[in-house]
């Protein structure tokens, strides 16, 4: 191929790729002046290479003129159109004047298009290769417009991406270089005019226009340059069903008239058959294939909003333990976001400082805390809107969003009090966070607030319950340890009231030392109860701690448990029923677990009469292990059913039990993971349930 | 007119027996009983001149105790003993007249705010 072919070819390419580019900005929306500055951009350039292959290849150099004279109609309007895009991209005022000045200029120099003040001939260049346009006497005068404005436009744009940050920053930088090598490559085009050509920018230097429209491209998909919400999504999906349908419709008849149709004669209307088989039943497929590559391959990933909102409504602001509430929030919102930190910070009323509460990617935790009276507190507090971090913001709200690491800073607002704020780090992906971003988090943010205010409320009622269950413990310790104190001192005091009174003139030494011997037995009795108590009160109210879970065989456990009951169970000659297969597995802590059954079968021996009957079976249910004791005794009878758990309650005489066991066991029944129920029916017999997740 | 009669009614047998003794020593006519039922079968016949009265039987409460015993023997002088320390409860039985007595008890305590109540 030679130098002409090659010229062709590099102004074809970028011909075709220019006007595809501007059709495409323009069918996107229509009514946006910015895609229409843009498009009209795009299209003069190629305007000027459809031009130039008239006038490069001729073929005749009448032709090559009158194609050099219409190449520069679209010459002219492409650093207006650039100038036009440049100030609508950029957000420039007051430029109104300059623009209306330049497209003057452009409309007045492009009408001149007929006369030979552009071009007055063609003649063959570059060594006769190819034929251009000569240059006329406004020619120079276009070269100095063309010139001066796109380098104004670039140095604007260069600007604009120096302080611009995020993903605005790389979408100028993309246009910014991608303009430059395009146009370098470009303008030695012009050079061709004065027979200048410089290998191999000449003609190879056109092929860099066309790479300027591919950066663009990518530009646009990835950085979203002109904010596009891609419906080429579908366009492509669609000529790849096209070609689909096609392919298959000629494969379809190639096999059978080509391959099959030269072995057995097959009429024709099989080939339709059989191809509007196939499609029917690939098409679904095969268009789920096609979203799913230009979803991964083309499109910024973006979460699905949905998504966010139904994940945070179903998993983050129905809990109600506070601490699990601001875990799941900061991790659901920086996976959904595929952000790079994300924190929760909640005010702290005596400190006057909103406290890190939790956070996610956050270094430095220890340093985060934002003071009432920071600039942005007061900011959040003040207007109870979402803040964006922007270059200019001030300083001062810059700063202290920079201390606790975030881009978007979301106030917690409950009854127009600030009671917290959540803060965003960046975008992994580097992109900023748009409108739509913004308008979700707002709406979660309040949702969020209800939930915080839930959880504490739900807190302070648990420590309501807490100090009225204390309540009812210290009264019962009261009880407890009251009447013991009165027995002892009743006693004594009988003792030595009827001493002193003279009752016991008459009872010799002997007798005297035993009574006081049996005042101080039953004395020591009653001390040991109430040590007994407190005892059991101080494991009851700071509970036993915390389970420590093993792998623990339950058979095993019963088996440990026998052996200190055993010696009971014979001497009352009970019938024990054991009926679980050994092994039963379950993550449990060993101690806590066999004092459970030791309370329980204690509590069975004590309820069933000589030559009763306990059983114990464990079987696997599901994921579980149930484990059912069965006594035959007394029985509890319905009202009395509810009280069993409550410390205290006991149905014993006041010297067997403390009446705090079973409250105990369902403590520790708790700490286990487990759960315990009661079925009993008077004068047949009681049956504790127990349930455990099971560990095998 | 004779001893005065006191009823004490407490499940704690023991003390009410200590009790019981030093009352009687000092000059009362002395029956103890351990529950509610046994007190309203001795006093359907025999109205006693005071009861000394525990909070928290086994088998009712101070509360209904009280209430019968208003209605049962008006004229009796009643006097809580209990274990039970409640602000609201012990302002409630001072507003009807009737003092508390905290557990555990000094005998002479006992005696002197019942020769108070009942010269």
Redesign the interface.
């Known amino acids: 191929m030679g130098y002409k072919e090659h010229f062709i070819l590099a102004l074809a390419a970028t011909a075709i790729t220019t006007l595809i580019l501007g059709i495409f900005v323009i069918f996107q929306d229509r009514k946006n002046k910015l895609f229409l500055a843009f498009s009209l951009y795009s299209l003069s350039i190629s305007w000027w290479c459809f031009s130039q292959i008239g006038n490069v290849y001729g073929p005749s150099l009448e032709a090559s003129w009158f194609w050099a004279r219409f190449e520069h109609i679209g010459v002219v309007f492409i650093p207006t159109f650039f100038l036009h895009f440049t100030v609508l991209l950029l957000g420039l005022k007051n430029k109104g004047m300059l623009l209306k000045v330049c497209y003057l200029i452009s409309a007045v120099t492009a009408s001149t298009f007929p006369t030979s003040l552009i071009s007055p001939s063609a003649e063959k260049k570059v060594n006769g290769l190819i034929n251009f346009g000569e240059p006329g006497i406004i020619y120079p005068f276009i070269l100095i417009f063309f010139a001066l404005l796109t380098v104004y436009c670039l140095i604007k744009i260069f600007t604009a991406q120096r302080q611009a940050t995020g993903s605005r920053k790389t979408q100028l930088g993309i246009l910014f270089w991608s303009s430059v090598i395009g146009y370098i490559g470009g303008s030695f085009n012009f050079f061709l005019v004065y027979d200048i050509s410089v290998y191999p920018l000449n003609p190879f230097g056109t092929y860099f226009v066309a790479l300027y429209v591919l950066a663009t491209f990518y530009a646009i998909f990835k950085y979203n340059l002109l904010g596009i919400e891609v419906i080429i999504k579908k366009t492509l999906v669609f000529a790849g069903l096209s070609a689909f349908v096609v392919g298959v419709f000629v494969a379809a008849t190639f096999i059978t008239q080509e391959l099959l149709g030269s072995i057995i004669g097959i009429p024709k209307v099989w080939t339709y058959v059989v191809s509007a088989l196939l499609i029917a039943a690939l098409i679904d497929p095969i268009k789920n294939f096609l979203v799913n590559i230009t979803n991964k391959y083309l499109f910024q990933k973006k979460y699905n909003p949905t998504q966010l909102i139904k994940t945070f409504t179903d998993d983050v602001i129905s809990l109600m333990d506070l601490d699990r509430l601001v875990r799941t929030t900061v991790t659901t919102l920086a996976d959904t976001l595929k952000l790079e930190s994300s924190a929760i910070l909640l005010l702290n009323k005596d400190e006057d400082k909103h406290v890190l509460r939790d956070s996610y990617g956050v270094k430095d935790v220890d340093e985060i805390n934002l003071s009432v009276d920071s600039s942005l507190a007061k900011y959040l507090s003040r207007t109870g809107e979402v803040l964006l971090r922007k270059e200019d913001s001030p300083n001062e709200i810059k700063e202290d969003m920079d201390k606790v690491n975030a881009a978007l800073a979301l106030p917690l607002i409950l009854h127009k009090q600030m009671i917290g704020v959540i803060t965003l780090g960046k975008k992994r992906s580097d992109q900023d966070y748009t409108e739509e971003d913004i308008d979700i988090l707002t709406a979660l943010t309040k949702a969020e607030t209800i939930a915080l205010s839930n959880a504490r409320l739900f807190t302070e009622a648990k420590q309501n319950v807490k100090l009225a269950a204390i309540g009812a413990l210290a009264?019962g310790i009261?009880?407890e340890?009251?009447?013991p104190?009165?027995?002892?001192?009743?006693?004594m005091?009988?003792f030595w009231?009827?001493v002193d009174?003279g009752?016991y003139k008459d009872k010799s030494e002997e007798e005297l030392l035993q009574m006081s011997r049996d005042v101080m037995n039953?004395a020591m009795n009653d001390i040991r109860k109430i040590a007994s108590i407190t005892r059991k009160l101080s494991d009851f109210a700071k509970p036993s701690r915390d389970a420590i879970a093993e792998k623990i065989n339950i058979v095993e456990s019963l088996q440990e448990t026998l052996g200190v009951l055993g010696h009971e169970i014979k001497l009352k000659r009970i019938e024990f029923i054991k009926d679980a297969k050994d092994p039963l597995f379950i993550m449990a802590d060993r101690d806590q677990i066999q004092e459970i059954f030791f309370n329980i079968i204690r509590n069975a021996i004590q309820a069933v009469k000589e030559n009763g009957k306990i059983s114990f079976s464990a079987q696997k249910k599901e994921n579980k292990i149930i484990i059912d004791i069965t006594d035959t005794g007394l029985g509890i009878s319905k009202d009395k059913i509810q009280k069993i758990y409550d410390p205290f309650y006991t149905t014993k005489a006041?010297t067997k039990g403390t009446g705090l066991g079973l409250a105990i066991v369902r403590q520790l029944v708790n700490k286990n993971r487990g759960d315990i129920s009661v079925r009993s029916q008077i004068g047949r017999g009681t049956t504790f349930t127990l349930e455990f997740p099971r560990s095998d | 007119m004779g001893k005065k009669t006191v009823l004490i009614v407490d499940d704690d047998m023991k003390f009410a027996e200590n009790l019981g003794k030093y009352l009687s020593i000092v000059g009362y006519e002395v029956n103890a009983v351990g529950s509610g039922e046994s007190a309203f079968k001795l006093m359907k016949n025999n109205k006693p001149d005071i009861l000394l009265c525990d909070l928290k039987l086994s088998d009712m409460d101070g509360d209904k105790i009280i209430k019968e015993v208003k209605e049962v023997s008006p004229d009796t002088a009643l006097f809580i003993i209990s274990a039970y320390i409640d602000p609201y409860v012990e302002k409630r039985f001072l507003k009807q007249g009737i003092p508390f007595i905290k557990k555990p008890v000094l005998f002479d305590d006992v005696v002197e705010l019942l020769k108070k109540a009942m010269p």
Do not use: F, P
């Open positions: 009264a009261n009880h340890v009251c009447n104190l009165n027995r002892m001192m009743s006693a005091q009988i009231k009827s009174l009752l039953d006041e």
